[in-house]
């Protein structure tokens, strides 16, 4: 005969990027195992493929694979708000002192974060005439392999550049990237004057983050700070 098992409490969510409405349930005890193994590994790879499965098995209808950091990391802090508590504690330096004193404890409710969208961001870029490319945002995967590249390796940035287009556009045509060889895509980046390349680097430059913007004093020299705190690790 089998043992019971509860009916778990779920609730909702509107992923960033989309719009789109998800259910989404707690952590389980075999979740919090896999978080806390992949921690104590000090492996990155380890770790984001643990958070990968865990919203895998508490988000419904949901690719993973898919979605943008921002909305990787909303994702995740929502249901560790349900899992763990809804308050985080953080412990923030001061800016002058240099005594291990120096450290102001600071409250956040998880709850209450949002994907902050700077003013100049967007996705539909406009680049000579009538053309112009609508950018995708890169997943989890691909935030990592920017922080690996050498930025004086063109072809490096020109591969990331590539993976986040979605189309190309004019007034009477769309052409969809997945759809065109990469010396193609190559071919159209280097017809690009450097104003117009540019502007794609804006989006990367200005795209979404999860962030909050805290105050707090100095505990020994009482110095005000305002700072933002961002990444998943800060809230995890």
Do not use: W
């Amino acid at each position: 005969m089998a043992l019971p098992k509860q009916n778990t409490i779920t609730y909702s969510l509107i992923v960033p990027s989309t719009g789109k409405e998800v259910k989404f349930r707690p952590f389980l005890i075999k979740d919090e195992k896999d978080l806390l193994l992949a921690q104590q590994s000090e492996d990155p790879k380890s770790m984001i493929d643990t958070l990968k499965n865990v919203i895998k098995n508490c988000v419904t209808d949901i690719d993973v694979e898919s979605l943008a950091t921002f909305d990787f990391e909303y994702i995740f802090t929502q249901i560790r708000a349900k899992s763990v508590g809804e308050n985080i504690e953080l412990l923030l330096k001061c800016d002058k002192c240099d005594d291990e004193k120096a450290l102001a404890k600071v409250s956040i409710d998880i709850t209450n974060l949002e994907v902050n969208i700077p003013e100049s961001h967007q996705k539909k870029i406009p680049l000579f005439d009538d053309v112009g490319v609508m950018m995708k945002y890169p997943s989890f995967d691909t935030i990592g392999e920017l922080t690996k590249i050498d930025e004086t390796d063109i072809n490096q940035m020109f591969d990331l550049v590539i993976g986040c287009i979605d189309q190309i556009y004019n007034s009477n045509e769309i052409f969809h990237a997945k759809e065109q060889t990469r010396d193609e895509m190559i071919e159209f980046l280097n017809n690009l004057s450097s104003e117009q390349f540019s502007k794609i680097q804006s989006f990367f430059e200005t795209m979404p983050k999860l962030s909050k913007e805290v105050e707090y004093d100095c505990p020994v020299c009482a110095l005000k700070h305002k700072k933002v705190i961002e990444g998943l690790q800060s809230f995890f």
